[in-house]
């Protein structure tokens, strides 16, 4: 099992905030990709990031992926209650394969 | 696209009875789907890898006569959980795989009296 352990678990702030999540492991990934999850759904695919050192931007999101592809950060620009939820990145292990590895996740509220 | 649907959302059974949850890529076709389980406030815990037209992989610690799979065609696979007890109950929730990433289902919520 390779092991994904994202920092903070837990997270609350006020609407307008930036925040950033981070992913580690110390395992190398094929891919990374980024999850939120509301309560009581399932969780929905936010960005995928297969290139280390790659940057993505998501309107008021971005997600980078290490450059030697063992971790990844998701920063928030003026968190709004919307970004309320579950976040939990997964990694691949490797090209063409299937599975992957969750991370532990953060749960973050936005305090409107 | 990539939409992956879960029926039923929500079961309740009694102790000893199966119950079987479907789980669907509505358009496109997955030759893996994968099951998870999920306590409260915690991440996803990967039970099985479904492939189709074979054995489903299960993941260490899972009974795989307890959680019987099936992935007859490339749109489908099904999760039984068979004489089903109160610590059976959670969010069961399936993926299905696509290029590099998986796309989720909402999920099924099991509560056995």
């Known amino acids: 099992t390779q092991l994904l352990e994202q920092s903070p678990q837990f997270l609350s702030i006020q609407e307008g905030e930036n925040l950033t999540v981070y992913c580690n492991s110390s395992?190398?990934?094929?891919?990374l990709q980024w999850y939120r999850q509301e309560p009581g759904e399932g969780p929905v695919l936010l960005v995928t990031?297969?290139?280390?050192?790659e940057v993505k931007k998501l309107k008021r999101l971005t997600f980078q992926f290490g450059d030697a592809r063992k971790d990844s950060s998701l920063h928030i620009t003026a968190a709004q209650p919307g970004d309320t939820g579950l976040y939990l990145c997964?990694?691949?292990?490797?090209?063409?394969?299937?599975?992957?590895?969750f991370g532990t996740g953060t749960r973050l509220t936005v305090i409107p | 696209g990539a939409v992956v649907s879960q029926h039923p959302s929500r079961v309740i059974c009694k102790s000893g009875t199966s119950v079987k949850i479907e789980c669907r890529s509505l358009?496109?076709?997955?030759?893996?789907m994968f099951w998870y389980r999920q306590f409260p406030k915690q991440s996803l815990m990967l039970m099985a890898t479904?492939?189709?037209?074979?054995?489903?992989?299960?993941e260490q610690g899972v009974e795989k006569d307890k959680f019987l799979i099936n992935h007859a065609s490339l749109t489908l696979s099904t999760l039984t959980v068979t004489s089903a007890h109160p610590e059976d109950s959670s969010f069961y929730i399936c993926?299905?795989?696509?290029?590099?990433?998986?796309?989720f289902g909402p999920g099924t919520r099991l509560l056995v009296l």
């Open positions: 997964a990694g691949g292990p490797q090209t063409g394969a299937n599975n992957l590895f």
């Open positions: 479904s492939n189709e037209g074979s054995k489903a992989t299960y």
């Open positions: 358009d496109f076709q997955a030759t893996t």
């Open positions: 395992s190398v990934f094929s891919s």
């Open positions: 993926s299905a795989s696509r290029q590099e990433s998986q796309y």
């Open positions: 990031v297969v290139t280390g050192g």
